[in-house]
Structures are given as C-alpha cells and as structure tokens.
C-alpha cells in the first residue's frame, strides 16, 4: 500500500508560481512512475506531467516550458513546480503513484490550484 499527500495548491493570479507537493508513505519502492494530473470543472481527468523511477519525464504540450516535476527520494516527496500560471490552469492536481507489475495505480485526494486573471 502506498499512501499520496498533496500540498501546495492556493490561489494566485496570472503570471504568478506554486510549487505542489505529494508526500508518499508506505510501500514506495514498488511504485515505478509518479504522475500529476489534473481535473478542472466539467472536464476530464488529464496528465500533467510525469517522472519514472528512472528520472525520465514527460509533459503536457500545454504546460511544457512552464512546469517542472522533479523528486527527492530522500524525502519521498515528487515535486511539481508551476511558472507562468495561465487561468486555464485552474483545477484538481492530483498526484498518482503507478505500479507497473502488478498493475495499480494509488492516488491523492488532491490539491486545488485557482488561478485568475
């Protein structure tokens, strides 16, 4: 079992930055990839960006350039920093823990981020 402990979120305007961070607690050495995403009001849950166990990442087109997932295993915490922040970015940031083998994805309860104009 993997526990994810979202903080961060607030209201900001345009322009301005956040850092989120997931906290992990529990059975961590199995999690292979750890994702942000995001659900803003009405529309469907989206990756935001994304860091392997390895350290790769990967990037919404929409936020490449302006956000920076990162992790420090010593504090089992993964990072997202958020530059440049448009009111389009406004939504639920959730963190996500995925197990490749077996199968399983963990999740946080989330973290809002307002962002306006």
């Known amino acids: 079992q993997v526990q994810l402990v979202e903080s961060g979120g607030g209201l900001v305007q345009a322009g301005e930055s956040l850092r989120l961070s997931c906290v992990a607690s529990?059975?961590?050495?199995?999690?292979?990839?750890w994702t942000w995403y995001r659900q803003a009001p009405g529309k469907q849950r989206e990756l935001v960006a994304t860091i392997t166990k390895g350290g790769l990442t990967d990037y919404a087109d929409s936020v490449k350039g302006r956000f920076t997932i990162s992790r420090d295993s010593a504090k089992s915490t993964v990072y997202l920093q958020m530059n440049s922040l448009k009111p389009e970015d406004t939504a639920v940031y959730y963190c996500?823990?995925?197990?490749?083998?077996?199968?399983?994805?963990?999740w946080g309860q989330g973290t809002q981020v307002t962002v306006s104009s």
């Open positions: 996500n823990a995925r197990q490749y083998l077996p199968s399983f994805d963990y």
């Open positions: 529990g059975s961590i050495f199995s999690i292979d990839a």
